[in-house]
């Protein structure tokens, strides 16, 4: 059985996806393309002999050749095409966030109720790392006993100029709060955000760096620096302290060049790079569930709680002040 999917967006993701469910995905294809650019979509699908262009997003999901949709356009448009997809009841892998606000999100959570089974999928692609994995099992088999504290860091090497500072939350540490919640399955309770002193590197008015601190349900407390404009590339860390340990993420394997008096490793250039193992396990998974018949990764409910965990952070950061997250 193949899974022809349809692919809303031929931006940065939405290329990356098609080039890997295309290449490095058994059991898919890519049958329809849409984009508001049609001649992106045009250039995005050469190669692919079966793969139509579609001018509107609403008709690729209608398409009846469509088993399956991946959505990777803009974070504004994500609820409408989720909603459209349910409301033809087609199997959705959204991209995260999966709404940029919480009352979207619930939208898209009532819509798939109303269907009556699990449809959607979010593209929280840090569950399919090898590293994370391997945090997730030195939790599980107690080799630092209970978590007590976790630290994360989250650089991209340059954001575009104005980026609205929020985006910074949803669309950078959105992944931290998810993979928090995946790492200690319990949810985040209490959100607070400080503005430390901006970098006079960063292209017009972003808030840049932003340091959130998280408490969950059990009284874990997980800090987290998101800094867009780190100049030096992309660098992703994690290290859980419990109480008889800690465990770090590592970076995945690389050479180490020894020369001029230095060893060097070299760091990624962006999350593609550094997650194209995971991106292409998440999506397999994916299209092995739809082959099964059963939506696999994060649910619509872990979209939600990112989404919430999020926006509570903008207002911490904004009121300066703790927030409760509401879910
Ligand atoms: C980007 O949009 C992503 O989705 C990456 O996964 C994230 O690490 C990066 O910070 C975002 O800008």
Known sequence: MTIRVGVIGAG???TDHIRTLTRSVSGATVGAVCDIDQERARRAVEGIPEAKVHAHPGALIQDGDIDAVLVASSDATHEEYVLACLDVAKPVLCEKPLAPTRQGAQRILDAEQAVGR????????RRYDEGYAALARKLEDGSIGQPLLVHCVHRNSASPPNLPSEVLVTGSAVHE????????REDVRWVSGYRPRRSALVPGETQDPLFLVFETDS?????????????YGYDVRCELVGERGAVTL?????????ASGQAAR???????????GAYRRELQDWVDGWVDGEARGASAWDGYAATAVAEAAVAAIAAGARRPVEL
């Open 12 to 14: 940065v993701m939405g």
């Open 250 to 258: 590592d970076a995945p394997a690389g050479a180490v060049v020894r």
């Open 118 to 125: 699990r449809l959607v999928s979010v593209g929280f692609m």
């Open 219 to 231: 009284g874990v407390v997980v800090d987290v620096e998101v800094f867009a404009n780190a100049q």
């Open 266 to 276: 070299g760091v990624a250039v962006d999350w593609r790079d550094r997650f194209a």
């Open 177 to 184: 709060i998810d993979i928090v919640r995946w790492l200690l």
